[in-house]
């Protein structure tokens, strides 16, 4: 038997980063990050071209 607390309905949401829908990520105030991004993010090298422009997409979500 399911009880309502077994049950977690997710929903596919738009990624501010990469632009795809995704069902697992982050919200970061109103903006959800997906894990791609996540993973991305945090195995990017700090001199890497690809690190700097999500640095700057997380910007434009903060301010």
């Known amino acids: 038997m399911i009880n309502n607390k077994e049950i977690i309905v997710k929903k596919k949401r738009y990624c501010k980063i990469c632009g795809e829908t995704h069902y ?3 919200m970061i105030i109103k ?3 997906c894990d791609n991004c996540v993973n991305s993010i945090t195995n990017e090298e700090f001199d ?3 690190y700097e422009d999500m640095k700057n997409k997380i910007k434009d979500i903060l301010f």
């Open 31 to 33: 903006s959800f990050i």
């Open 24 to 26: 697992d990520g982050i």
């Open 48 to 50: 890497d071209k690809q």
